[in-house]
């Protein structure tokens, strides 16, 4: 079991920065591939970036390539998310999620892919 707390969120202006993590507990990351995903109000969750159970490769949605950046440490259990040059439409509860190692790139988007997810946290981009 693992269990993931979000944290990082709060509310910045637009074209800021923002850098959320993620700490696993209970077991290593180790083996786990991770993703972020996000709900804004009233929308449905949506994937934000993925990286590989080895860190050697990172996909992200057309909504946040160039912008966002994932990461993960293994030996501290973490995954980040570096968020830069925010928008308003980035306003939304952003969750941390891990699954198998092999997942695949077909599967990276589909949130029933993931075992473990935290319980989010909101980041609000003021205009």
């Known amino acids: 079991q693992v269990q993931l707390v979000e944290s990082g969120g709060g509310l910045v202006q637009a074209g800021g920065s923002l850098r959320l993590s993620c700490a696993a507990s209970?077991?290593?990351?180790?083996?786990?591939?991770l993703g972020w995903f996000r709900q804004a109000s009233g929308k449905e969750r949506e994937f934000l970036a993925h990286?590989?159970?080895?860190?050697?490769?990172?996909y992200y949605s057309d909504s946040v390539k160039d912008r966002f950046t994932i990461s993960r440490d293994n030996a501290k259990n973490t995954v980040t998310l570096q968020m830069n040059s925010l928008k308003p439409e980035d306003t939304a509860v952003y969750y941390c999620?891990?699954?198998?190692?092999?997942?695949?790139?077909?599967?990276?988007?589909?949130?029933?892919?993931?075992?473990?997810w935290g319980q989010g946290t909101q980041v609000i981009v003021s205009s």
């Open positions: 209970g077991r290593s990351f180790f083996g786990y591939a």
């Open positions: 999620a891990a699954g198998p190692g092999t997942i695949t790139s077909s599967q990276i988007m589909v949130q029933g892919s993931y075992i473990y």
């Open positions: 990286i590989t159970w080895n860190g050697r490769r990172s």
